[in-house]
Antibody, heavy 119, light 108 residues
Framework: QVQLQESGPGLVKPSQTLSLTCTVSGGSISSGGYYWSWIRQHPGKGLEWIGY???????YYNPSLKSRVTISVDTSKNQFSLKLSSVTAADTAVYYC???????????WGQGTLVTVSS | EIVLTQSPATLSLSPGERATLSCRAS??????LAWYQQKPGQAPRLLIYDASNRATGIPARFSGSGSGTDFTLTISSLEPEDFAVYYC??????????FGGGTKVEIK
């Protein structure tokens, strides 16, 4: 059973960089076939896709966030990470990591972590 | 960007009743549509992928249908644990993907 777990600071100051890590267990990121994703949900709102990464390092980002987003992978630790720069209060959200495939949907999700942007 | 519009925003039903949720796409997404269930404080759970395929472990009372721009999620007989928010998601213009705004199924 694949499991994903987000970790990182729950509070980030405006203009700083939000950094989160997703640790994958029960399966290897390097086994291929899957894209490792970040998705966020503003309080009381719907879901917004942030981006994906493949184990090779190929990335795809939501055009609306592309200028501020970097997703990276560390296959030796079976982790992938999100960096979102120049954050504002509008970036306050629950951030989820998830797994997807080009021929399927988001089948495994982390529990989510709330990140609040505030001074 | 492909916009997904879900209706109704809220559905008030009693246990045992049939729930019919709609998701309409701003342009054709073929059959590349998924449905998720989300309960308070939890991550979304995949129910249906490619419009009509149940994900592993999903009860048979959940079914999906549709293609092109109009899709439906049907819960044949609501169980107490089915009261939640449901989202649709399209992947027709992969790698881009978008989600609908959600439908809340609440107890009447």
């Amino acid at each position: 059973q694949v499991q994903l777990q987000e970790s990182g600071p729950g509070l980030v100051k405006p203009s700083q960089t939000l950094s989160l890590t997703c640790t994958v267990s029960g399966g290897s990121i390097s086994s291929g076939g899957y894209y490792w994703s970040w998705i966020r949900q503003h309080p009381g709102k719907g879901l917004e896709w942030i981006g994906y990464i493949y184990y090779s390092g190929s990335t795809y980002y939501n055009p609306s966030l592309k200028s501020r987003v970097t997703i990276s992978v560390d296959t030796s630790k079976n982790q992938f990470s999100l960096k979102l720069s120049s954050v504002t209060a509008a970036d306050t959200a629950v951030y989820y990591c998830a797994r997807t495939h080009t021929t399927s949907a988001f089948d495994y999700w982390g529990q989510g972590t709330l990140v609040t942007v505030s001074s | 960007e492909i916009v997904l519009t879900q209706s109704p925003a809220t559905l008030s039903l009693s246990p045992g009743e049939r729930a019919t949720l709609s998701c309409r796409a701003s342009q054709s997404v073929s059959s590349y549509l998924a449905w998720y269930q989300q309960k308070p404080g939890q991550a979304p759970r995949l129910l249906i992928y490619d419009a009509s395929n149940r994900a592993t472990g999903i009860p048979a009372r959940f079914s999906g249908s549709g293609s092109g721009t109009d899709f439906t999620l049907t819960i044949s007989s609501l169980e107490p644990e089915d009261f939640a928010v449901y989202y649709c998601q399209q992947r027709s213009n992969w790698p881009r993907t978008t989600f609908g705004g959600g439908t809340k199924v609440e107890i009447k």
